[in-house]
């Protein structure tokens, strides 16, 4: 029933050194409050700034661009001054007048009255007893003001502390401290005397303990985390908020480089402020401390396409292309040219060769996309032929000169089983697939066994085809707790802890046994047939139940939902019947993914059709006019999946082996070189589909490694729904 034939001698492909990597984008504060180490928040007052081009409504607390997107502009961002609290008689108040730098539109007025004011961090701000924290502020006084800051506890017992005597214009003060004290819930308190008024231009607290010990840091414990993944490289900053859903909400590279104080902050679309201290610089210094490569994704000249879209005139494409430009002359021009001396003065002399690929757009397509990709591909060509540019739509279709395409899926676990050979037929001497974002997300959003599973599934018909599909990144990395806008995440964390969800522990498993060449491998499986229902939806939104639906439709309304499953967007779920330009298709919507399930038929409707469709339980008909146009059975789900790779240095065969069914099965295990019986098997499992980890049982679902012995006979037991790496000797 259930058997694995793996043929050494017969190699499919090369391994792409490149094909686990990651995707970074700052949602769910996966920036500031998250890997970036900056322990404030709100630390430039910018928090609560209205982007110029939207329009606040504060009763409904949004924002409205001007291509008439809604947006929420909530989490106390407009009418308080977030982060900070003043007490003990303390008064603050936001000023615009005089304030740091061009860039900061505020500044923090404070009368202290021998009161105080503080910070409360991102959910509080943890210390450790030993550790040093780096502080520094700008500030200026028209009075002589003594200014003590500490680190202290909710009941005020002091941490640490420094004196400052702030006096004159605007300068930097800044100072070392050390905590007496463990606490994951101190804050940053500032006293001072009565008659003391003092303005704060910019105020910032790291930890000195970051990844690297870098000053501008990141998060050290969630460094660790990513790089545990073994990534090949980078992408970088997005995502969304690359787009943005306005021209002030797009990303500019230029905004992001420079002295943090200086820069401008950035409203996310994932509706909260960034300080954009996480900038250019800082992503490529991570991929160099890392030691992997950088994939920079530009703002390709519009905005989100799915978001009220607006398409940059050609004037201000220009502008965007030159910021991308500029990107590129920023990372890698020797130091004595324009940009790259900007480099060397934020303190990097050399350039940053990691810098590898770009990505022209996020999630762009049709003949917008087109017509900007073509503009960007052919000058930045032109002037960096050593990097490899990525397109994010198959613009090979539209006759332009593509190397890669980013496609994206979020789906549930088995619509990535079923899609588990997709990249078997794909034309070999096509273009490279990248698949930059995936996960399963319905039924998953808290990170399930079985989301793991059907992302495992489907990676192992990448690794089998990976000299077709040579990189891809699971999305997104990072979910603090506190501020959710997008589930599931890879690494779930709040102010001081984090846990990791099984898909991550299925992506290191991944990647820590990559071998040097895929092999052969022939599989036998039992499989499950599908069970699909809902109802039929017709165009206008009239809702039929039932398993038939037959009647008399106009021409433009040949547009038929089935098994339609009530639910929308991320969550949408149904098969899509179109007649277009005399094309008839079958499409299933999944999630943000789609696939096609019957070829296309030619049909050239009259004004008026007759339309019979009857649904199976895995099956449908549809007849048009009395004659069969679509007759499917979908395919059934294996049980079983996997691929085998060669690790030519140890001399072993690698199996990624996964059962993706509730039963226990018993594979026969053979191969055309004798095999050491004794295996070393990873395995991840769980009771049940739904098994996940949370804060407090992080470890519910994590992998073990058993040493087994094969008998004569081959067979190797799996556990149910568990995702399986073998190392067998050669
Ligand atoms: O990963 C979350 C979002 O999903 C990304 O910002 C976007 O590219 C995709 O739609």
Request: proline share 4%.
């Amino acid at each position: 029933m259930y058997s694995i034939n793996i043929t050494v001698g017969e190699k499919l492909t090369d391994v792409s050194k490149s094909l686990y990597g990651l995707f970074f984008e700052d949602i769910n504060r996966a920036g500031d409050g998250g890997l970036y180490a900056e322990l404030l928040r709100n630390r430039a007052f910018d928090d609560g700034i209205i982007p110029e081009d939207c329009k606040y409504d504060p009763i409904n607390k949004t924002i409205t661009s001007p291509t008439g997107w809604v947006s929420s502009f909530d989490s106390c961002e407009a009418e308080s001054i977030s982060g900070w609290t003043a007490k003990n008689g303390a008064e603050m108040r936001l000023i615009s007048n005089g304030t740091l730098n061009e860039n900061r539109k505020r500044a923090l007025s404070v009368e202290f009255n021998g009161g105080e004011i503080q910070n409360e961090g991102f959910g509080g701000i943890p210390v450790e007893k030993g550790k040093s924290y780096r502080f520094y502020m700008f500030a200026k006084s028209d009075v002589k003001a003594k200014v003590t800051v500490c680190l202290s506890g909710l009941n005020k017992e002091i941490y640490c502390s420094h004196s400052f005597c702030v006096e004159g214009g605007y300068k930097r003060y800044e100072c070392e401290m050390v905590s007496a004290a463990d606490d994951n819930n101190a804050r940053l308190t500032l006293t001072g005397n009565t008659g003391d008024r003092v303005v704060f231009g910019f105020v910032s607290l790291f930890p000195t303990d970051t990844f690297m010990g870098r000053e501008n840091g990141l998060r050290n414990d969630l460094v660790q985390r990513l790089l545990r993944l073994r990534p090949a490289f980078l992408r970088f900053p997005g995502g969304c908020i690359v787009e943005g859903f306005s021209k002030q909400t797009a990303f500019r590279f230029k905004d992001t480089i420079g002295p943090v104080w200086e820069r401008k902050p950035h409203w996310l679309l994932w509706s909260y402020m960034t300080t954009n201290g996480l900038g250019f610089h800082e992503y490529l210094q991570f991929c160099e401390d890392a030691k992997i490569d950088a994939m920079y994704v530009c703002n390709c000249g519009m905005t989100c396409q799915g978001r009220c879209p607006d398409y940059f005139d050609d004037k201000l494409i220009n502008e965007f292309l030159e910021d991308a430009v500029q990107a590129i002359l920023y990372a890698l021009s020797p130091a004595d040219a324009e940009w790259g001396a900007k480099r060397a003065a934020n303190g990097r002399p050399e350039p940053f060769s990691c810098l590898k690929y770009i990505e022209i757009g996020n999630e762009n397509w049709g003949g917008e996309y087109d017509k900007r990709y073509g503009v960007f591909y052919k000058r930045l060509k032109e002037l960096f032929p050593q990097l490899i540019f990525i397109s994010t739509d198959h613009t090979e279709r539209s006759g332009l000169k593509t190397e890669c395409v980013d496609e994206h899926f979020y789906s549930d676990p088995i619509f990535f089983a079923a899609n588990a050979n997709r990249y078997d037929s794909f034309d070999r001497n096509g273009v490279d697939i990248y698949c930059g974002e995936y996960a399963s997300t319905i039924g998953c959003k808290a990170g399930t066994l079985y989301g793991a599973l059907g992302e495992a599934a489907f990676l192992t018909g990448i690794e089998r085809n990976q000299d077709k599909v040579k990189m891809t990144s699971y999305a997104p990395l990072f979910k603090n707790v506190d501020c959710v806008s997008w589930e599931p995440d890879l690494i779930v964390f709040d102010n001081h802890r984090s846990y990791v969800i099984p898909s991550y522990h299925m992506l290191k498993m991944f990647a820590e046994n990559r071998g040097d060449s895929v092999c052969r491998c022939d599989i036998v499986t039992d499989s499950e047939r599908r069970k699909e229902s809902g109802c039929f939806r017709l165009k206008d939104g009239t809702v039929i139940n039932g398993n038939k639906l037959s009647g008399e439709f106009e021409k433009d309304a040949l547009h038929i939902r089935f098994w339609d499953k009530g639910t929308d967007g991320e969550e949408q779920d149904h098969y899509d019947f179109t007649v277009e330009n005399n094309i008839s298709r079958v499409i299933h919507y999944n999630g943000w993914s789609s696939e096609i399930i019957c070829d296309d038929t030619p049909f050239g409707p009259k004004e008026l059709n007759s339309v019979e469709i009857t649904t199976g339980c895995d099956s449908f008909d549809i007849y048009i006019n009395g004659k069969e146009l679509h007759s499917c059975t979908l395919s059934p789900i294996p049980h079983l999946f996997g691929v085998c790779t060669v690790d030519n240095e140890n001399g072993e065969v690698i199996a990624k082996l996964i059962n993706f069914s509730e039963d226990k099965v018993q594979v026969k295990l053979s191969c055309d070189r004798a095999l050491d019986k004794d295996i070393n098997m990873t395995v991840l499992t769980a009771p049940g589909k739904n098994a996940k980890n949370t804060f407090e049982k992080p470890n519910a679902v994590c992998p073990y490694t058993v040493h087994t012995v094969l008998p004569d006979s081959g067979m190797l037991e799996l556990e149910p729904l568990s995702v399986n790496v073998l190392r067998m000797k050669i």
